[in-house]
């Protein structure tokens, strides 16, 4: 069964540091959303691509956060400097073009930023 | 207009009995309702998915009651499983981008 991947799983950073993260949807999926999610909480939309482009970033802190998906598949969501409330889940989905409802999420990127 | 309100934003239920959790939305141009199941430090899955013309979608033990004239969806778990432990997130959507507006979360906790 096709699975969205995300890499790290985990991430442990200091203030003020860069981290990336990285997503490779599910293949065929032209629609990808990153989320974050903090603990108890559900995901909040931060960016949504229709191929490589942006569709909607209006959640985006565009100061610190910037995402791409340069060639219309994998995408890569980058904090720079990381500040201590970005402690989070780290969420990718990704959509068929033929159920675009339909929102199948990768495993995440749990943060900790000290 | 945009928010999908659920409850309880907890529930202990014995094994073998109903979980029952709630959502209400406004805004009536959703046209997608959508429950996901996520366990901890994993991502949500989707469960099971209504349209506004359907009143009742059952798959195995996991039945979403849709009343569209109260604005009001429900998921009911049959037959409640230790394994059916988790937290459920309700959602709505739009055709208009198909993002997804999420409901608080409910955790769920079968007691054996």
């Known amino acids: 069964e096709a699975e969205v991947a995300q890499s790290p799983r985990y991430k442990i950073t200091e203030k003020s540091q860069a981290v990336a993260f990285w997503c490779d949807p599910i293949s065929g999926h032209a629609t990808l959303y990153w989320y974050r999610q903090i603990l108890g909480q559900g995901p909040e939309l931060l960016v949504q691509?229709?191929?490589?482009?942006?569709?909607?970033d209006s959640q985006l802190p565009k100061d610190r956060f910037s995402a791409e998906r340069l060639k219309g598949v994998d995408s890569t969501l980058k904090i720079q400097p990381a500040e201590l409330g970005d402690s989070a889940m780290y969420l990718c989905?990704?959509?068929?073009?033929?159920?675009?409802?339909?929102?199948?999420f990768g495993p995440g990127t749990r943060l900790t930023v000290t | 207009q945009q928010q999908v309100k659920q409850s309880p934003q907890s529930l202990i239920v014995q094994k073998g009995g109903i979980s029952i959790i709630n959502c209400a939305y406004e805004n009536t141009a959703f046209d997608y309702f959508p429950w996901y199941q996520q366990f901890p430090g994993k991502g949500p899955a989707l469960l099971i998915a209504?349209?506004?013309d359907v009143s009742e979608k059952k798959e195995g033990r996991f039945t979403i009651s849709f009343n569209k004239s109260a604005k009001q969806f429900s998921l009911h778990i049959m037959d409640s499983q230790p394994g059916d432990s988790a937290t459920y997130f309700c959602?709505?959507?739009?055709?208009?981008?198909?993002?997804?507006?999420w409901g608080a979360g409910t955790k769920l906790i079968i007691k054996p």
């Open positions: 209504i349209r506004p």
């Open positions: 959602a709505a959507s739009i055709k208009s981008n198909y993002q997804l507006i």
């Open positions: 989905a990704s959509t068929p073009q033929w159920s675009p409802h339909e929102q199948y």
């Open positions: 691509f229709q191929d490589e482009s942006v569709v909607d």
